[in-house]
């Protein structure tokens, strides 16, 4: 209730009755005095001690707060004269209600103060907040043994509001003492001491519920009783709203709470949160997502822009439309494509509007016979796509109607004519002088979406004189026990004047050993025949345009043994006179052609009509020992090329992509499907269409040497095409392509025993070429091909020559390139290349896959390279390599050829390492040796570096300057002293960038020598 007097006035009304209290502080001092007036302390306390009180946490839900009670608060004391309710206001005359009781001059004191009935609101576990003064029992006169200093509090569950509660019926809470008590003194000061004390009650089971507090002898006032609950308040967390949630019954429990998502925003995994015991919102998972035209900005989804987008709930903010593109509504989740700009359903919202490309240009043709390659520039504008192919259209015209009708399908496209990538493509199986228009169409991603015009180029060309079509009519002559004789009639379209005829046959199942015959004659005689076999024949035409495609097979068979001789009987006396004919008759020419012999005088056999040549496996027969045949020692390099390499029928190759240029033409992979066989992965080699004679016999004169070799490291040979446009060499695919390319890729992926199996695979075909005379002169790791099985091949035999009989027999070159980095020292002085020359390149290949593709002498110049390996300069080992490798390297570099060893013996040498892995664990000291260097050349200090720093920065290694200065390493001086272990020290770490380093400080060091020192 509200005092009527000033400030800190108010009047002591116990429960059921009471007098007034003391109006000033001195009488209030007095009644301290004696303990019976002990009570009357507790006005002195109020106007201090209640502006400590604070206001509730957001998280905590009043139930009960005695200093906010207006009027009466309705409490019962037992007995009556026990708790005193003490009525006062504070500065703004706002009632406070305190209890206060201190019967401590009495015996067997039980004072009971009773709350009203609190109703629980639903919460299972509430909490109790007191806040009291207590006196020291000590401090009161006499030291009173009946004096308490704890209390007691209790509690009373109960659904109704009714005060017929037994004493015993209460549940004890907890007995509560002061953490600070006061005495006289501190009245007279005026520092009153306030305690506070917490206590939680739960679980709850009812409705509500009442509190007691039991006084058994203390002098005590409670200045306030607060009862609340704690519960999680709403909050707005990732566009989700969570309700207000009341907090469990036990202290450790979380609870969980589903939020839902705040306007114009979804969810993919519906947001929930945990609610603590304390009121604490924990563990969030899911949340919402500002929905498609909607971004999130302050909390809230707010409206995208026009001229804005956004496509997916997933995107962060509203974009900008993209180029071409725009939009003029609020909320929109794409943007509209602007006039003759289009966009594909697959493209994404936040890509541009696109265009058809322009039309390529600057188209060229190159006619080759009846084959057409076409080259052109891909369009000035793409229409802003990347996706740009092309489409040829194939035209045959008429030029004397002026009509032009589609070309058919016979024409066929390499690599294809639809869904082209790249820039040219050739068109083969043409007809021969004919009129065509190819329409090169540039074509995108949104062009079937344009109802403009098609954008193309075109290509006016006519095709030359064509090959001659296949021999059709094939009849039999006489036929033996050991021949047969055939005619046949010209192709029904020579397309030209035809030069000669190529008849090939075979026995029948046996089609890998063939002979070959050539003739002018449509007439022909196969002899040294089985008797009683079946022969296959196929015979072609050729012109100056080339040869045709074979004929088909025709059989027949020789007479059996048994119906020759019975022939034979009959013709006995003819076969008897003609015998006798014939031995005057040589009687006669011998003495004539001893005649002219004395006369000084003979005559050179003439050429046959015919020419026979015998194959087997793709090889010449020859007797003894197999050997490497020099195709530039044939007349005519057709010749050879037909000997050693199978012919392809250009139908049976498919042209996939292109995937290097060669010295003359495009290589490309493809496949190669054969007659009876399985589809083979090739390499193909084209001849670029306006070669030369001497270009194309060039070209086919690697595939005459290639087409010699037999051996599991030496790339093999399918075939050729020479009788069609364009000319091809098709070889295995090898799938990893270059070695050095490979191992740059892979720097350091690979164990020592594999880069030892790759050098042990590389010699065995060197064995194999060697053992057969031959000398390769451009031995490199960019000269062997790998494949998925790390199996390396030797390739590339464009600079090969014959070794004679003599092993000590060498080719003196005529001048031209030699791969000075690779070449022996009396290969580059004397031009002569041998066997031995082949094991010093040999040496360098080892280099080379060791340190993963490094360049041999780094960026040294030629002439600096010939004068250091001149003076005895050799490569200094790569790092981490086995000492027992780095010894063959240098054994490979003697400069004494017959000092190095032969390739056998470097097989043999690999093989061991290879079954005794221990052996390759021993590494060279790859910084052995540079004290020596620094001894008698100075100081790289002198070098082009000015700095660490700036030679740092010039290999890309400028992230180390700070470390390196850090430790020490601030001249070239001392970074010429650097270890690969000071490396690992310094906290380099990455492989890479260690070889990167120490091959630069072994480069500066070769340059310091300006020709090195021996080693």
């Known amino acids: 209730m509200r005092g009527s007097g000033p400030r800190g006035a108010g009047r002591r009304r116990p429960s059921g009755g009471g007098g007034d209290l003391p109006s000033t502080p001195a009488s209030l001092a007095g009644c301290y005095s004696a303990p019976r007036r002990a009570p009357l302390w507790t006005c002195l306390l109020l106007c201090a001690a209640l502006r400590t009180l604070l206001a509730s946490p957001s998280n905590e839900v009043n139930l009960l707060d005695s200093r906010t009670v207006m009027g009466d608060l309705g409490w019962i004391a037992f007995p009556k004269n026990g708790w005193e309710e003490i009525g006062e206001v504070d500065e703004n005359y706002t009632p406070i209600h305190t209890y206060q009781v201190c019967k401590v001059m009495e015996q067997n004191q039980n004072n009971w103060l009773l709350t009203s009935w609190i109703s629980n609101e639903g919460a299972s576990r509430i909490f109790i907040e007191l806040k009291f003064t207590l006196r020291d029992c000590n401090s009161l006169p006499g030291g009173l043994g009946t004096c308490k200093e704890t209390f007691n509090m209790y509690y ?60 058994v002898g203390a002098c005590i006032a409670l200045v306030s009783v607060r009862v609340y609950y704690k519960k999680c308040p709403s909050v707005v967390r990732h566009l989700a709203v969570f309700p207000d949630t009341i907090t469990g019954a ?23 949160m945990h609610c603590s015991a304390e009121g604490e919102w924990l563990v969030p998972i899911g949340k919402c997502m500002c929905k498609a035209g909607y971004e999130e900005k302050n909390g809230t989804c707010q409206v995208c822009r026009p001229g804005f987008f956004k496509a997916s709930p997933h995107s962060q903010s509203c974009s900008k439309c993209p180029p071409h593109s725009y939009t003029h509504e609020e ?35 190159n006619v080759n016979e009846t084959s057409v390659f076409l080259e052109w520039i891909p369009p000035a504008d793409t229409g802003g796509r990347t996706d740009v192919s092309y489409y040829i259209a194939c035209k045959k015209c008429n030029s004397h109607a002026g009509v032009c009708d589609e070309c058919g399908g016979h024409v066929r496209y390499l690599p294809q004519q639809i869904g082209l990538k790249n820039t040219s493509v050739m068109m083969v199986d043409l007809l021969a002088h004919t009129n065509y228009t190819f329409e090169i169409e540039a074509v995108n991603g949104v062009s079937d979406l344009s109802p403009g015009a098609r954008q193309y180029v075109s290509v006016n060309v006519t095709t030359n004189q064509a090959a001659p079509s296949p021999v059709t009519n094939v009849k039999k002559g006489k036929i033996a026990k050991n021949s047969i004789s055939l005619s046949w009639q010209e192709p029904d379209r020579p397309n030209g004047i035809i ?79 003609s015998v006798t004919v014939g031995v005057i008759l040589l009687a006669v020419v011998i003495g004539f052609l001893l005649s002219g012999r004395r006369c000084g005088y003979s005559k050179a056999k003439q050429d046959p009509e015919e020419e026979k040549m015998h194959f087997h496996n793709g090889h010449i027969k020859l007797p003894g020992v197999r050997t490497y045949i020099d195709p530039h020692t044939y007349e005519d390099p057709n010749q050879a090329v037909h000997e050693f390499a199978k012919e392809i029928e250009a139908s049976c190759i498919t042209i996939e992509r292109v995937i290097g240029a060669g010295e003359f033409g495009e290589v490309c992979s493809g496949r190669l499907k054969l007659p009876g066989k ?98 390769h002169r451009d031995l490199a790791a960019r000269n062997i091909l790998i494949n998925s099985n790390l199996v390396c091949k030797v390739s590339d035999f464009g600079l090969s020559r014959i070794l004679e009989d003599d092993p000590e027999a060498a080719y003196t070159t005529r001048g031209g390139k030699i791969p000075i980095r690779w070449t022996a020292p009396e290969a580059i002085a004397f031009r002569k290349f041998t066997s031995a020359s082949d094991v010093w390149s040999y040496g360098i290949v080892m280099w080379e896959v060791v340190s993963y593709g490094e360049r041999p002498y780094w960026e040294m110049t030629n002439q600096d390279v010939i004068k ?20 063959l390297m240098l054994d490979c570099w003697q400069k004494d050829r017959n000092s190095r060893p032969k390739f056998d013996e470097i097989v043999n040498m690999l093989d061991k ?25 100075g100081s790289l200090g002198s070098g082009a570096y000015r700095s660490v720093g700036e030679w740092l920065e010039a290999i890309k290694m400028g992230r180390y300057t700070e ?21 690992r020290r310094l906290g380099v770490t990455l492989v890479g960038h260690q070889k990167k380093i120490m091959n630069s400080l072994q480069e500066m060091k070769v340059q310091l020598v300006n020709g090195m020192v021996p080693l």
Do not use: W
């Not at 083979?680 to 194309?696: C, N, S």
């Not at 390996?869 to 027992?884: F, I, K, N, T």
């Not at 390492?913 to 050349?937: D, G, M």
């Open 499 to 577: 030069l000669e005829y190529e008849i090939k046959y075979f026995e029948k199942d046996q089609e890998t050993s063939y002979t070959i015959i050539k003739s002018k004659e449509t007439t022909i005689t196969a002899e040294g025949l089985k008797p009683a076999s079946v022969y296959v024949f196929q015979i072609r035409a050729r012109t100056a345009a080339g040869y045709g495609v074979f004929s088909r097979r025709f059989e027949f068979e020789t007479v059996p043994v048994s119906v020759a001789a019975s022939s034979d009987q009959s013709q006995i006396p003819i076969i008897a006179v």
């Open 678 to 775: 399985r589809e083979l992965p090739v390499a193909i080699k084209t001849l670029k269409v306006g070669y030369t004679e001497k270009q194309r016999r060039d070209f086919l004169g690697e595939a005459s040497i290639m087409g010699q070799f037999d051996h599991p490291n030496i790339i093999h040979l399918e075939g050729v095409v020479t009788k069609s446009k364009p000319v091809m060499i098709v070889t295995e695919y090898m799938e990893n392509g270059s070695l050095d390319t490979f191992l740059k890729k892979n720097d350091g992926q690979f164990t020592v025993i594999q880069l030892v199996g790759m050098l042990r695979g590389i010699a065995a075909g060197m064995k194999y070429l060697s053992d057969m005379g031959y000398v």
């Open 250 to 272: 036990d202290s450790s429990q979380l609870l969980e709470v589903s939020g839902s998502c705040v306007n114009h925003s979804v969810t993919d995994e519906p947001p929930k």
């Open 963 to 983: 470390i390196f200065m850090e430790n020490g390493y601030s001249s070239m001086d001392a970074v010429a002293q650097v270890t690969l272990e000071d490396l």
């Open 868 to 887: 250091a390996v001149e003076e005895g300069y050799r490569l200094p080992s790569p790092m981490d390599c086995p000492a027992a490798l780095y010894q």
């Open 913 to 937: 390492l290879i079954r005794n892995p221990s052996s390759l664990k021993t590494l060279v000291n790859a910084s052995s040796r540079v004290p020596n260097l620094l001894a008698e050349h």
């Open 156 to 215: 009373f569950e109960s659904d109704e509001n009714g005060r017929n509660i037994k004493e015993n019926q209460y549940i004890k809470i907890d007995t509560i003492a002061a953490d600070e008590s006061f005495t006289e003194l501190d009245l007279g000061d005026r520092v009153m001491k306030l305690n506070t004390e917490v206590r939680d009650v739960g679980p709850l089971s009812k409705k509500g519920f009442y509190l007691a507090f039991q006084d």
């Open 331 to 365: 909320a929109s989740t794409s943007c509209v494509c602007e006039k003759d700009y289009f966009r594909r359903e697959s493209d994404p919202p936040t890509m541009g509007c696109t265009r058809p490309p322009s039309a390529p240009r600057n188209a060229i043709s």
